[in-house]
């Protein structure tokens, strides 16, 4: 995704109080790093928000990675995209790993409805010396995956919240529209035709052997998938902008990081839950769905995209 800056005019539309780790909103944009690899948005996000907390990462730590699966076998590619990236528990313990231990975080969960008082719980842990992630489903605005995008800063009057990878100012209610979801993946028509027909019973019973696909009826979404390509002489075309729909490993919501030992810390740890997510209960805290760990990898990569 690449960067962009504010435009002057946006930029003095932004006014007013800025509470931000960088101080300034222009600090905060310079500060905002770029992602540099496939599906590591969550990696820049929190590489951006310890530079904010002027921590520095220590070498050989990182924010586990996963990477899609290319291949031709449908139920492995599928698999491969509902936890391709990272998970919230993923950018609280890469924070953890990145900066020595020097750092801490916790993430508060969200959806699916969306959030109430986003912009002010965002400024306030601002104010307190921490900084923000959010993990928003960018699909509802048609992009092909979830997002981890850092919280540069809040301008307190507007509610406009500064994000970063992309640079961009956005409304509140714009954030949190995007952080009311399920979890949930969709796949496009073309991805799965592309990958159709599964060649084996073995490979068709791939995808109903878990309960959650078998709740979403992902082999009967398949299967409806082909039989329309068919009938349209589209089989391994775009099916029509349809999309399957698989479960995945993300949870909307808002990461917070802070300096371990801190004030800060201490105020983080006890703070109450502000929403509630059916999916998220304490045991999930420690394993978020339990998304595998194959294909983990450090920092670097190439090409673009977020999670999924």
Request: overall charge neutral.
């Amino acid at each position: 995704i690449a960067e962009k800056r504010l435009s002057t005019t946006k930029r003095r539309r932004m006014s007013g109080t800025f509470l931000s780790p960088w101080g300034s909103a222009d600090n905060a944009q310079r500060g905002a790093r770029s992602q540099t690899g496939a599906s590591n948005c969550g990696e820049t996000a929190v590489q951006t928000a310890l530079h904010g907390l002027a921590i520095d990462e220590t070498p050989g730590g990182f924010v586990a990675v996963r990477a899609r699966d290319h291949g031709p076998d449908l139920a492995t590619y599928l698999r491969a995209r509902g936890v391709a990236g990272c998970t919230a528990v993923d950018l609280v313990e890469g924070a953890r790993s990145l900066s020595d231990q020097r750092a801490n975080a916790r993430f508060f969960p969200c959806g699916p409805a969306p959030p109430e008082g986003l912009a002010v719980m965002l400024a306030e842990w601002n104010r307190l010396g921490c900084a923000c992630v959010v993990t928003e489903n960018t699909q509802l605005d048609g992009a092909d995956y979830w997002h981890h995008q850092a919280v540069l800063g809040v301008f307190v009057e507007s509610s406009t919240i500064l994000l970063g990878n992309p640079v961009e100012a956005v409304p509140e209610a714009q954030v949190a529209r995007l952080l009311g979801s399920t979890s949930v993946l969709q796949v496009m028509a073309s991805d799965v035709l592309a990958r159709c027909p599964p060649r084996t019973p073995a490979d068709w019973a791939a995808l109903r052997e878990d309960p959650e696909w078998a709740k979403m009826d992902v082999a009967g979404q398949v299967e409806r998938l082909m039989k329309k390509a068919e009938k349209g002489g589209s089989r391994g075309g775009g099916g029509g902008g349809e999309v399957v729909t698989i479960p995945a490993s993300y949870v909307p919501g808002v990461t917070v990081i802070c300096a371990a030992r801190s004030e800060a810390e201490a105020k983080l740890l006890a703070a109450p839950e502000p929403w509630a997510h059916p999916s998220w209960s304490p045991a999930a805290r420690s394993t978020e769905r339990s998304a595998p760990h194959q294909g983990l990898r450090p920092l670097g990569g190439g090409g673009s995209g977020g999670g999924g």
